[in-house]
């Protein structure tokens, strides 16, 4: 009998062992991806069409901002200013528009910003923006697709993005990364800070310093500047400087907290300078306290299969797999002969033997709220230029 449940135990090890390799190897990495079927909060956060897990909008407020209105006519204004950012997985896109070197390695997104004035009752939108963009599955990073697209003004145009935008790569490292950014149409260092708690979790926080740099605005923008704000000149340029630092959960590779201290001037060739655009925004509280539990939700799954779940089966399998062997071993030596059973024994045979077993195993284990988003623009609503991510 102990024999026979000897045999089940070492067969029980076997397969938990199996098991734990399996989770490791296999599962880990397929569930360390960007996955298919990731969807959209709906505006208002308990529509019934939101599912647990959908992607919540993320909002960035900025106080006592100056920046640029246009209406009927441009004005330069101060108050309060709130940037929302909402991304929508293509789920279409991804299945029939990848080309086959990204099928199974990148996903579509489709981003929208809007940025209001929240002073002012109306909250007339300031400034908008809507993309559509490539990701990689694992690194989050832009994938090289010809089918990517900014629209910042009336008409889309192609954009080549490069680096991180809105997502770090799963497991995030202590190292600098390329951060794409949107008003230079192109990416630039971001380097490795520090780590820091945020509301309980650990974060990677990097920063991204652009120092002034004049943009790159088409004459008909420059020509509504010049008309508003330097009647003598013919001409200009407007300047852009921003300091960007993102708290990245390294596990999930999602932003816990983002901050962008973004500035805009419109130098003319002729009179005083105007500044655009002077704003400090960071994510509201209820952002941060969303980003912390999804990213800490992520953390918690990932870890689970790639380190807990393995660890704990290859013990299983292993206390399984020895006490199986004592079983197996103890029986077979403990069993009495025909000779034995007789009562012949000779002097010699009748000592008392003894088995142990040593096993030594060696298990190496691989080391955005519910604020008011604009829906309007998953219809081609399009504005001016956003100032935030």
Not at 95 to 122: F, H, I, R
Not at 175 to 193: M, S
Request: include cysteine.
């Amino acid at each position: 009998m102990k024999s026979r449940l000897g045999v089940l135990l070492f067969g029980i090890g076997v397969l938990f062992l199996a098991a734990a390799v399996g989770l490791a190897f296999f599962v880990a990495p397929a569930v360390t991806k960007l996955p298919y079927d990731l969807t959209a909060c709906e505006p208002g956060g308990n529509q019934p069409k939101n599912r647990e897990g959908c992607l919540k909008a993320s909002v960035a407020e900025a106080k006592d901002a100056t920046f640029l209105q246009i209406k009927e006519n441009s004005e330069i204004r101060r108050g309060d200013l709130r940037s929302t950012t909402e991304v929508v997985p293509n789920v279409r896109l991804t299945a029939d528009k990848l080309p086959k070197n990204l099928q199974g390695e990148a996903v579509v997104w489709d981003v929208y910003g809007t940025v209001q004035w929240t002073n002012e009752a109306s909250t007339p939108v300031i400034s908008q923006y809507s993309t559509e963009l490539a990701l990689d599955r694992v690194s989050a990073a832009a994938a090289n697709w010809d089918g990517q697209w900014l629209q910042e003004s009336d008409v889309p145009s192609k954009v080549t993005y490069e680096g991180q935008t809105y997502k770090f790569p799963f497991r995030t490292e202590k190292k600098d990364y390329k951060y794409f950014d949107r008003d230079l149409r192109r990416a630039l260092p971001i380097r490795y800070k520090g780590t820091e708690k945020i509301k309980g979790v650990e974060a990677y926080r990097f920063e991204q310093v652009i120092p002034e740099e004049a943009l790159n605005l088409g004459p008909d923008r420059i020509s509504v500047l010049v008309n508003a704000f330097a009647k003598g000149a013919t001409t200009g340029k407007v300047t852009y400087r921003n300091t960007r630092t993102v708290w990245v959960e390294p596990v999930s590779g999602n932003y816990v907290k983002v901050r962008e201290q973004q500035h805009k001037e419109f130098v003319p060739d002729v009179g005083p300078t105007t500044v655009l655009l002077d704003a400090d925004f960071v994510y509201t509280d209820d952002t941060i306290t969303n980003s912390v539990k999804k990213a800490k939700e992520t953390r918690t799954q990932l870890q689970l299969v790639g380190l807990y779940g393995p660890l704990g089966l290859g013990v299983l399998g292993i206390v399984a797999l020895v006490v199986g062997l004592l079983f197996v071993i103890r029986n077979g030596g403990g069993g009495t002969s025909p000779r034995h059973a007789s009562g012949k024994v000779d002097a010699a045979e009748s000592g008392t033997g003894s088995a142990s077993s040593d096993a030594t195993t060696l298990v190496d284990l691989p080391a955005s709220p519910t604020e008011k988003t604009v829906p309007d623009q998953r219809r081609g609503a399009a504005g001016a230029e956003g100032p935030a991510k």
